[in-house]
Structures are given as structure tokens and as C-alpha cells.
């Protein structure tokens, strides 16, 4: 029972350097999501994708980009890597995006932007 | 503004003694709230999800508890154990017009330490 996995689970950039975060899960969910966590605050959203085919900007979008793949696949892409981007990063997955519906998460990957 | 606050902020008990963390939330409109485990270096994982309508639920020895008209929350952990080392987030979901979008409120999460 894999879940949710995001690959690498540990990353340092440079500054300035792309590099993309990589999210599957194999529950056959419609809906995945893209979240940081940072000392201090609560999870803040980056995008999601509520069904294949489509994805929306969250909370704090700038300097990300996304991609669904296919349903099971959705990556993350940072451009150029800034500091203020280090932080540990969750993909999660739900069955659909309705509020009412449970969201899985992987297990991180924390991002050192130097 | 949507907010989730969680109190207190860290927590350390004994093994085998019981607790209670606490969450307040001013959002609106309220779908569910959720109380999420996070172990050190791992994703959040669901421990409750309750609507409206659901004063308690259970799950093991956590039992949660929910005030709609006081927006307050309680998770309550018996009889702990080592186990139970990890962060607990409060999580309320927002729910958009026409239900739509799965929005979630997180709070920062009561980090508790179960020493034996």
C-alpha cells in the first residue's frame, strides 16, 4: 500500500538552479495537491489539481509551477530556486476535491534552497 | 480571515497519563474539522474527521470533540504512550460555493513529547 509518494525526499539547491519535485499515488484519486510546511505556520497551499486535465493556484503560488501528468502524477517545478523556498514540501491526494473528502499525504521532501 | 490557532503550542507527559489539546477556529463556512498526526519527518496523518452536525468521534484512544457554536475543538489522548510522541494539527476544511475545492485551514500544531 504505497499511498502517496513524492521523490527525492531530500534536496539542496543553489540558488538560481530548476529543479522538479515528483508526486504519484496510486489510490486512483481525482484530486492532488501540492503544500509547504515552514516553521511556524500551518500548511500552506502552493496549487492543486482537481481532476485530471486542470490545475488552480492556492495560496502561495509564486515562483512554483505545476503539471499533471496523468491522474496518478502531478510534479511540482521550481524555476530558480530562492532561499525563501527552502521549506518541506507534501504532496496529498484526495478522491475528489469536494470539502467534505479525506486527503492522504505523502511523506515530504525537504527542500534546502542555499 | 480564516484562522486555526492551536493551544498549547508543546506538551510533554508522562507515559500512560491522559491530555487534551485544544483548537479554535474562526472560519467560515465550515465543512468539517480534522485532526491530523505528524510524526517527526513524516506527512500528516488523518486521526478524525467531524461535520457540523458530530459533537465526538473516536478513533483508539483519541477522542475528539467538537463546539460548533464556540468554534472549539478538543482532541483527547488516554492513557498515552511512546507512540504518541508527534505534532497534532487542527485542520478545517472551507467549504466554497457549490462545494467545490477542498480548501483546508491548518493550524501549527500542539507538539507533544510522552517521556516513559
Known amino acids: 500500500n504505497a499511498g502517496v509518494t513524492q521523490t527525492p525526499k531530500f534536496q539542496v539547491l543553489k540558488t538560481g538552479q530548476s529543479m522538479t519535485l515528483q508526486c504519484a499515488q496510486d489510490?486512483?484519486?481525482?484530486?492532488m495537491y501540492w503544500y509547504r510546511q515552514d516553521p511556524g505556520m500551518g500548511l500552506r497551499l502552493i496549487y492543486y489539481s482537481a481532476s485530471e486535465g486542470t490545475t488552480d493556484k492556492g495560496e502561495v503560488p509564486n515562483g512554483y509551477n505545476v503539471s499533471r501528468l496523468n491522474k496518478r502524477e502531478f510534479s511540482l517545478r521550481l524555476e530558480s530556486a530562492a532561499p525563501s523556498q527552502t521549506s518541506v514540501y507534501f504532496c496529498?491526494?484526495?478522491?475528489?476535491?469536494?470539502?467534505?473528502?479525506?486527503?492522504?499525504f505523502g511523506q515530504g521532501t525537504r527542500l534546502t534552497v542555499v | 480571515k480564516n484562522q486555526v490557532e492551536q493551544s498549547p503550542q508543546s506538551l510533554i507527559i508522562l507515559e500512560g497519563k491522559n491530555c487534551t489539546l485544544q483548537?479554535?477556529?474562526?472560519?467560515?463556512?465550515?465543512?468539517?474539522l480534522r485532526w491530523y498526526k505528524q510524526d517527526t519527518g513524516r506527512g500528516p496523518v488523518s486521526l478524525t474527521i467531524?461535520?457540523?452536525?458530530?459533537n465526538t468521534k473516536s478513533n483508539g484512544r483519541y477522542t475528539a470533540t467538537l463546539d460548533a457554536d464556540t468554534k472549539q475543538s478538543s482532541l483527547h489522548i488516554t492513557a498515552s504512550q511512546l507512540s504518541d510522541s508527534a505534532s497534532y494539527i487542527c485542520v478545517v476544511s472551507v467549504s466554497a460555493p457549490g462545494g467545490a475545492t477542498n480548501k483546508l485551514i491548518f493550524g501549527t500544531g500542539t507538539l507533544l513529547a510522552v517521556q516513559p
Open positions: 496529498a491526494s484526495s478522491e475528489h476535491s469536494a470539502a467534505n473528502t479525506e486527503a492522504f
Open positions: 489510490m486512483n484519486h481525482n484530486s
Open positions: 467531524m461535520t457540523f452536525s458530530e
Open positions: 483548537c479554535n477556529y474562526t472560519v467560515s463556512p465550515f465543512s468539517n
